[in-house]
């Protein structure tokens, strides 16, 4: 059973010290992407244990407990993949997914075999929630990864890989559909779109790729593919450095509106 300290975020995962890799302790000033309470199973016993596991850049850790500092051992993920399971009928409770290694079901010089992790949350929500960030890491590198990730790093990859923009190419293709096609829609930014559609276009992106809208696309779903884009940000649009001087210039405006417009940071 979990304990009751699993709140959100919480959940389970497999693993098998034998089969992971030791040698990459996480660097404690790296900030974790998730961290929760999740379930492994070992490969030799088939037993599970719950462990508190960490997701950082390139890796998943896994520890005793969330007050332990030395990993027990980490599933590297770069070249990965990670596969929702569907529940199996006889035990419909088990939110099942797993990691795929590079080479999986190969050997390497130590004789080791790359079997798959196979993983289990403790509900639906919260393994869609780990599978979406771990497919995050897993992409970040090849252009993708760009739902909660800084948009300096965003910036600075789609520099190195196409034309030099202003904002990043979902935001761009985003608004030039819904000033193209929502105008006049009603609702718009208040109605919401297709939860599927947006989920769909939401991992494209992610996996690096460049959905294209056409005149089957819902404007109101690239509305809302764009707000979540927007809220997943690490830092809101307005950065924390510049939040007082925009709540300044808020409190100005009834007062002197071109005082207002020479008060804005011309550089955020």
């Given at each position: 059973t979990f304990p009751a300290v699993l709140t959100?975020?919480?959940?389970?995962?497999?693993g098998e010290l034998s089969r992971v890799s030791r040698p990459c302790s996480p660097l404690d000033q790296e900030k974790a992407l998730k961290a929760g309470w999740l379930k492994r199973q070992r490969s030799i016993m088939k037993n599970w244990q719950l462990r508190w596991f960490v997701?950082?850049?390139?890796?998943?850790?896994?520890?005793?407990?969330?007050?332990?500092?030395?990993?027990?051992?980490?599933?590297?993920?770069q070249g990965s993949q990670v596969n929702?399971?569907?529940?199996?009928?006889?035990?419909?409770?088990?939110?099942?997914?797993?990691?795929v290694p590079g080479g999986a079901g190969e050997k390497d010089r130590t004789g080791i075999s790359h079997e798959s992790f196979l993983l289990m949350a403790n509900s639906q929500s919260d393994m869609e929630e780990w599978v979406r960030a771990i497919?995050?890491?897993?992409?970040?590198?090849?252009?993708?990864?760009?739902?909660?990730?800084?948009?300096?790093?965003?910036?600075?990859?789609?520099?190195?890989?196409?034309?030099?923009?202003?904002?990043?190419?979902?935001?761009?293709?985003?608004?030039?559909f819904i000033r193209e096609n929502g105008l006049?829609?009603?609702?718009?930014?208040?109605?919401?779109?297709?939860?599927n559609h947006v989920r769909e276009l939401q991992d494209a992106f992610d996996r690096g790729e460049k959905p294209v809208f056409d005149s089957t696309t819902d404007v109101h779903t690239v509305a809302s593919l764009l707000k979540l884009y927007i809220r997943e940000l690490p830092e809101p649009i307005?950065?924390?450095?510049?939040?007082?001087?925009?709540?300044?210039?808020?409190?100005?405006?009834?007062?002197?509106?071109e005082m207002v417009l020479r008060y804005l940071p011309i550089s955020l």
């Open positions: 959100r975020s919480k959940s389970m995962v497999l997701l950082r850049t390139e890796a998943l850790y896994f520890y005793k407990d969330q007050d332990e500092t030395k990993a027990q051992g980490c599933i590297p993920l929702e399971l569907p529940a199996h009928q006889d035990e419909p409770g088990r939110h099942l997914f797993e990691i497919r995050r890491v897993i992409w970040a590198p090849l252009g993708g990864g760009v739902f909660g990730q800084h948009l300096e790093e965003t910036m600075l990859y789609e520099a190195q890989c196409g034309p030099q923009r202003l904002v990043p190419v979902l935001v761009e293709q985003c608004v030039c006049k829609e009603e609702g718009l930014f208040r109605a919401p779109g297709q939860t307005i950065p924390f450095s510049k939040y007082t001087q925009f709540l300044s210039c808020a409190q100005l405006l009834n007062k002197d509106k």
